[in-house]
């Protein structure tokens, strides 16, 4: 399996059982609701000067919407007059008057809507400029996390943050900004339109604030939990999906789709609870707030009439603050499902800021060391390491590499061999003692400049969706097409690619399922042919291909190894008997070291592990 696949199976097992990501947990708050929104403000503070247009463009249509009520009234009013003084025979309706009202209200009525227009267009860019930005950052965070990171967070967890919480982010606050400003505007303008009338009506209405406030406050209390709930349980569900389609075949081999759907029902049995129930809860929102509103709006229209019938209020003016009133609670649920909408917005944000807050690997000398010509001396002084404080796997280990050495390390699965090679790149740092290359600890080079001097080989071959050209000049980006082809001879791969149809611009797929497992460790062998490194390291290189071409492959690595130090981690020691230096691994020490014939002589544990392999054999 790829690399992907067995650090996923080492967690959680082929089925994706527990671990890490794979249990079921119950929902939380988001731990820092203020926090989150402080950063998210600070993230649109890069486009503060469009934010400030929306608004502008926002309140200023806002205005011209809140005014027309009143030209309606006085349209209301002048018809009434007229129809009242054709009643009385001192006159008519004046429809000269009305249609220039009325024309001023459609006047108000498109400059609101062109105003709308132009920022609902501007905020549209602010927040998928912004969805870009985050995207972006989280990009750059990933290759900047350590290695530690992804060996206990699920690849799915990582997609869902960077797809469905940033998605959420961007869709919730080109929604919310605007309903901010307006739905304020909205509420103050409405205010002051409403005094202008009538200050005792005005009174009873801003009764219903009280009430719409303990009930909306009440029920975002009720529905935050579910919100991040959902987000965090979605994550849980892409991974489960992610780790199911890229082992499916593990699955398949051990019988695991029952295993597999239970885990996934569990999880997306969770999922719905908490989507439902957040749904439920922000959907009472407009139901809740509309009701008290509506016991307000019976009690304005009682004491409008009462006004009306005493002459203290004209039809024009009770329709005008009618129609306010019923604007007035439009806002006032506007900003209750805002309030709703940001717990939203808040849970996916911690999420995304959570990812992007984990701390960097650790970072690069200020003054690193550049060698202009490495020899390729390698020493190991007391290194001790191991992935958690409390588990040491290897222990005090020294050996020192002559440059164009070929060093063979060997041992039982489990013995730290693999590890030496990720302490050897820096993929992880050792907890004692020190690596040094040419006399240099390696830590005062730059990771950068440290891997550019190797080459590597995995037993899990890792190639992308592209050309075999391309997948091989991986190791050389500025490689010519003669430089790729004479690479593809010396890894004996060049005849496969030149029968395909397409030869070197055969596309291989997402998985490179494509090609045969043999085949894709050609291609990674010559990628580091092409690479031309001063140290290469081999780990189980030729372990998935046949006999004849392992030798062949043994011809062209010889020939690649000559005057570079190489790293050869083998299990058939029948490929390393001539190797210069031989380690042998127990227990993430150093049990014996020497050639093949002086640890043979010797008759001891390499004797033994030597030997076994012709017992098994026979």
Known sequence: MSEKRTKSSRKRGPMGGGGPMGGIGTGEKAKDFSGTMKKLIAQLGKQKWQVLIV?????????????????????????????????????????AAIGRILMWLV?????????????????????????????????????????????????????????????????????????????????IGIMVMMLTISWQLTLIALCILPLSAIAVSFIIRASQKYFRQQQEYLGHVNGHIEEMYGSHVVVKAFNGEQESVETFDKQNDTLYNSAWKASFLSGMMMPVTNFVGNIGYVAICIMGGYFAVTGQMTIG???????????????????????????????????????LGQPDEVPDTENPVHLDEVQGEIGFEHVSFGYVPEKIIVNDFNALVQPGQKVAIVGPTGAGKTTIVKLLMRFYDVTDGRITMDGHDIRDFTRDELRSHFGMVLQETWLFNGTI???????????????VRRAAKAAQVDHFVRTQPDGYDMVLNEDASNVSQGQRQLLTIARAILADPKILILDEATSSVDTRTEIMIQKAMDNLMKGRTSF?????????????????????????????????????????????????AS
């Open 55 to 95: 608004w502008a463009f926002a309140i200023a249509s806002t205005v011209a919407t809140i005014y027309t009520p009143s030209v309606l009234g006085q349209a209301t009013d002048t018809l009434y007059q007229g129809v009242m003084a054709m009643i009385a025979g001192t006159g008519g309706v004046d429809f």
């Open 107 to 187: 006047g108000l009525y498109l400059l609101s809507a062109a105003l709308s227009y132009v920022q609902g267009f501007i905020m549209s860019g602010v927040t998928n400029r912004m969805t870009y930005q985050l995207r972006q950052q989280i990009e750059e965070k990933i290759h900047r996390l350590p290695l530690s990171y992804y060996d206990t967070t699920t690849h799915g967890e990582v997609l869902s943050r960077i797809t469905n919480d940033v998605d959420t982010i961007g869709q919730s606050l080109n929604q919310s900004l605007t309903q901010i400003v307006t739905s304020i505007a909205s509420v």
């Open 317 to 355: 003016g009770i329709q005008a603050f009618i129609q306010y009133v019923r604007q007035f609670t439009q806002p006032i649920s506007q900003m209750a499902n805002v309030g709703n909408v940001l717990q939203q917005t808040a849970a996916a944000a911690e999420r995304v800021f959570d990812f």
């Open 469 to 483: 050209s391309d997948n091989i000049r991986y190791g050389k980006l500025d490689a010519s097409e003669a430089d």
């Open 568 to 616: 050869v981690i083998a299990h058939r020691l029948s490929t390393i008997r001539d190797a210069d230096l031989i380690l042998c691994m127990n227990n993430g020490d150093i049990v014996e070291q020497g050639t093949h014939k002086e640890l043979l002589a010797l008759n001891g544990f390499y004797a033994n592990l030597y030997n076994s392999q012709f017992e098994r």
